[in-house]
């Protein structure tokens, strides 16, 4: 299930619906919903692939990967160190948004 959440998360971070997804990648919109409804076992590599690099992530990360918890602690890195990665993070959200 990690798959479908991963992608809802996506969509809902990027402000797009299904239908605007289907539009880019260039598949129908039922064809989406299925995946939701009859399983996304046959889903093909090819379209896996177009939405991970529409949403610039790896088909790891976009299969298996926990996109909701990104972890740093401060056993390793120093506390100047997670102030930056924050203020980065903040920037790439700020930017997504333009």
Known sequence: ????????????????????????????QPTINAWYTKGYENVSLSTLMKISKLFKITLEELLNGDLENVSFSSDEYSHEELKAIVDFSKFLKNVRKE
Do not use: C, T, V
């Open 1 to 28: 299930m990690k798959f479908l959440n991963n992608l809802e998360k996506l969509l809902k971070e990027n402000n797009m619906k299904k239908s605007d997804l289907a539009r880019i990648i260039g598949i129908s």
